[in-house]
C-alpha cells in the first residue's frame, strides 16, 4: 500500500510512518483486516484469519517439510532437496499470480527459502537452510527485550499504534492528534465512527505516546506481552541451536522443530498477546480459533 507522505518535524513521526508502510506491505488490507499483527487491534480473534487459512499454513509451512523429506529420502543429499524446496515456494506464488490473488505472504516465504537455499548451497551443508532464520529470531529477541527495558515496549507500539490510526500513512485522525482528545478505547470508536481526518499535527506522536506510556497498568500488560514474544524466540533458539549445531545428523529433528515452532507457535503467542491487549469491553472467545 502506498502512503502519501507528510512532513513533519517529529523525527519519531517519521519513523512510525515507515513502520506503517512496513506493516503494509506485509499484511495489505484486502487480504483481510484480523491478518497477522492486525488482529491484536480486533475486537475478536481468529486462528484461521490470522494465519491465512489453510492455504497460508501450506505455503509456509510447504517449503521446509519438502526439504527435510527430500533430504531424507535422498540419502542426505543436498541439492535435490535444496531444488524441490525452492520449486515448491515458487509454485505458491505463480498459482496466486494465475489467480489474481495477493501474493504477499507467498512471496515473502519464497524470500525466505530463497535465502536458506543460498546458504546452504554455497556452504555445502544442509543445516544453513535454517540460519537465517535462526539470525532473525535472535536479532527479534534482542531488539524486543531492549524495548521494555528502555519502557517501549514493542507490542505497545504496534497496538496503540493500529488502534489510533498511526498505520494509516496519510492521515491520523484529529482524535488522536489533539491534546485534548480522550485516550483508550471511547477515542478510537468515536475516531473510527467518522471524526475528521487531519495531518499530524508537530509533537502529535509524543502526544499520543505518552497516553498509553502514562498508563502504569496498560504499560504493564505491554511489557507482559512484549515478554511472551521474547520467550518465544527464546524458546526457538533453546531448542533449535542446538540442533542447528550438531549438523546434517539433526537435520530431521532440526526440520521438524522448525515446522513446530513456528506457524503454530506463532500464532499461538499472538492469540495469548491479545488476551492480554483486548480492550477492556471485548469479550472472551470460546477459543483462539473462535470468530
Keep these: 500500500m502506498t502512503h502519501e507522505a507528510h512532513p513533519s518535524p517529529d523525527p519519531l513521526s517519521r519513523e512510525v510512518e515507515e513502520v506503517a508502510d512496513v506493516v503494509d506491505d ?7 483486516s484480523a491478518r497477522g499483527v492486525r488482529a491484536l487491534a480486533g475486537e475478536s480473534f ?11 499454513l501450506v505455503e509456509s509451512m510447504a517449503p521446509g517439510l519438502v526439504f527435510v523429506v527430500v533430504f531424507i529420502a535422498t540419502g542426505n543429499t ?43 548451497w554455497r556452504s555445502g551443508e544442509a543445516q544453513n537452510y535454517y540460519a537465517a532464520g535462526l539470525l532473525t529470531n535472535a536479532a527479534y529477541l534482542v531488539a524486543m527485550t531492549v524495548s521494555v527495558l528502555v519502557r517501549w515496549p514493542v507490542v505497545g507500539l504496534v497496538v496503540e499504534g493500529l488502534r489510533s490510526g498511526w498505520t494509516d500513512g496519510d492521515k491520523v485522525k484529529a482524535a488522536v492528534a489533539a491534546d485534548e482528545a480522550p485516550y483508550g478505547p471511547e477515542a478510537s470508536d468515536e475516531a473510527a465512527r467518522g471524526g475528521e481526518q487531519a495531518d499530524p499535527a508537530p509533537g502529535a506522536f ?9 498508563d502504569a497498568a496498560l504499560m504493564r500488560r ?10 518465544m524466540f527464546a524458546l526457538r533458539l533453546a531448542v533449535q541451536v542446538p540442533l542447528f549445531v550438531a549438523g546434517e545428523d539433526a537435520i530431521a ?5 522448525r515446522l513446530v515452532m513456528g506457524i503454530p507457535l506463532w500464532a499461538l503467542t499472538l ?21
Design 26 to 32: 506485509v499484511v495489505p488490507p484486502d487480504e483481510g
Design 46 to 56: 481468529s486462528l484461521a484469519e490470522t494465519i491465512g487459512g489453510v492455504r497460508g
Design 78 to 120: 543436498l541439492r535435490p532437496a535444496l531444488i524441490a524446496s525452492v520449486a515448491v515456494a515458487l509454485v505458491a506464488v505463480a498459482a496466486r499470480l494465475v489467480q489474481r490473488t495477493p501474493i504477499t505472504q507467498a512471496f515473502g516465504g519464497f524470500l525466505g527459502v530463497a535465502i536458506g537455499v543460498l546458504w546452504a
Design 206 to 214: 509524543r502526544a499520543w505516546a505518552d497516553r498509553w506510556r502514562g
Design 222 to 231: 505491554y511489557a507482559l506481552a512484549t515478554w511472551l514474544w521474547v520467550g
Design 253 to 257: 529433528w532440526l526440520g521438524t522443530a
Design 271 to 291: 492469540w495469548a498477546t491479545w488476551l492480554l491487549v483486548r480492550r477492556p469491553h471485548t469479550a472472551a472467545p470460546a477459543g483462539p480459533g473462535a470468530a
